[in-house]
C-alpha cells in the first residue's frame, strides 16, 4: 500500500452510463493529480488539484469531470464515455506542487468503454 | 519535440546482473527534478529514485542509482544485481516549471525489463 487509494480497481461501463472513480489519500499531501495511462503512449496529464482548487487542465473533454471535495479526496466523473477513453487511470498525490515533489499513486482503475 | 526520451523499448538482463536504462531531457528552466518509476503488471506506479538540477551527486537508493549528466540532459537508471522482481516497466520523468508556482511531471514513453533467471 503506498498511502494513495483508488476504486474501484476494475470497471467497465457502457457509453451511456455514469460512472464515478475515487481516490483517497492519508500522506497529508496537499496537491492531487489525475492521469489518463493508454497503451503505447506516454502518461497524459488531465488534471491537477492544489489545496483543493483546481490548478490545471490539460484540455480534458468535459465527458470526465473532476471534484476534489477536501485534501484527501478526489473524484473523477465519467458521462457518455467513447470506447477510445479505455484506458488506466492513476491518481497521484503529492506534498506540494514544486520541482523537488515526487508523486505518490495509486494502483489505478482499469476503466473499459463497451 | 519529447520532453523525455527513453529510448529502448525493451531491455533483457540477466539476474545478478547489472543494467542501464536511458533517459534524456528537455527542458530550458534551471530548477527541475528527475524521477524514475516503476510499474509492475499490477499498474501501481513506484517510486524509486529523486534527482534535483542542483544536485552534485548521483542519488543512490539500495540497488538503484541515478547517472545524472546535466550538460549532456541524461538521467539514466542503473539497477545493480537484478532480481526477478525488477521485471517492470520503467518510466524516466521530469518536472518543470509550468507557470507560475506550478510545475508539471512529464514521463516518457518507458522501457519494459526483463529480468531473466
Known amino acids: 500500500e503506498t498511502g494513495v487509494t483508488q476504486t474501484p480497481r476494475h470497471l467497465v461501463m457502457g457509453m451511456t452510463n455514469k460512472k464515478s472513480l475515487k481516490c483517497e489519500q492519508h500522506?497529508?499531501?496537499?496537491?492531487m493529480y489525475w492521469y489518463k495511462q493508454s497503451a503505447k503512449k506516454p502518461l497524459e496529464l488531465m488534471f491537477v488539484y492544489s489545496l483543493e482548487e483546481r490548478v490545471e487542465n490539460n484540455s480534458v473533454p468535459s465527458r470526465f469531470s473532476p471534484e476534489c471535495p477536501n485534501s484527501s479526496h478526489l473524484f473523477l466523473h465519467l458521462h457518455t464515455l467513447q470506447p477510445e477513453d479505455s484506458a488506466l487511470y492513476l491518481c497521484?498525490?503529492?506534498?506540494?506542487?514544486?520541482?523537488?515533489?515526487?508523486?505518490?499513486f495509486g494502483s489505478g482503475t482499469r476503466l473499459t468503454v463497451v | 519535440a519529447q520532453k523525455i526520451t527513453q529510448t529502448q523499448p525493451g531491455m533483457f538482463v540477466q539476474e545478478k546482473e547489472a543494467v542501464t536504462l536511458d533517459c534524456t531531457y528537455d527542458?530550458?528552466?534551471?530548477?527541475?527534478?528527475l524521477f524514475w518509476y516503476k510499474q509492475p503488471s499490477s499498474g501501481e506506479m513506484i517510486f524509486l529514485i529523486y534527482?534535483?538540477?542542483?544536485?552534485?551527486q548521483n542519488a543512490t537508493e539500495g540497488r538503484y542509482s541515478l547517472n545524472f549528466q546535466k550538460a549532456r540532459k541524461s538521467a539514466n537508471l542503473v539497477i545493480s544485481a537484478s532480481q526477478l522482481g525488477d521485471s517492470a516497466m520503467y518510466f524516466c520523468a521530469m518536472r518543470e516549471r509550468r507557470g507560475g508556482s506550478n510545475y508539471k511531471l512529464t514521463f516518457g514513453k518507458g522501457t519494459l525489463l526483463t529480468v531473466n533467471p
Open positions: 500522506l497529508g499531501h496537499n496537491a
Open positions: 527542458t530550458s528552466d534551471p530548477s527541475y527534478g
Open positions: 497521484a498525490s503529492s506534498q506540494g506542487v514544486g520541482p523537488d515533489y515526487g508523486y505518490t
Open positions: 534527482q534535483g538540477s542542483y544536485d552534485q
